[in-house]
């Protein structure tokens, strides 16, 4: 495929994938979230193993920034899921937790 056809694509996905999550009800956003982690992990997986196989300098620099941002990007995605599934709690169940 030449360059314009990547582009136009790249871009149509970029509005389709905005129309898809902006529609999604808040109640769905943490099954949500869980998905997208266990997606990035999958992806990590592939960075560390594309990686691995690199047979220059500039391939592994890049390759291992993609591994710390992708890693970063994996770690903030379950911290705020796990702040969100805090919200659900009821307030008695939260003291019981900080006592222990």
Do not use: C
């Not at 030449?2 to 529609?23: N, Q, R, Y």
């Not at 970063?72 to 702040?83: K, M, P, S």
């Amino acid at each position: 495929m030449d360059g314009i056809a990547l582009l136009t694509i790249f871009v149509l996905s970029i509005f389709v994938g905005f129309e898809v999550v902006s529609k999604v009800s808040t109640i769905l956003h943490t099954p949500l979230m869980s998905g997208a982690n266990a997606i990035h992990g999958i992806v990590l997986i592939g960075g560390i193993t594309v990686t691995g196989s690199s047979t220059s300098l500039v391939q592994t620099i890049i390759g291992v920034i993609a591994i710390l941002l992708g890693a970063i990007n994996l770690v903030g995605g379950f911290v705020v899921t796990d702040r969100m599934l805090g919200m659900f709690k009821s307030k008695k169940a939260v003291k019981n937790e900080e006592v222990l």
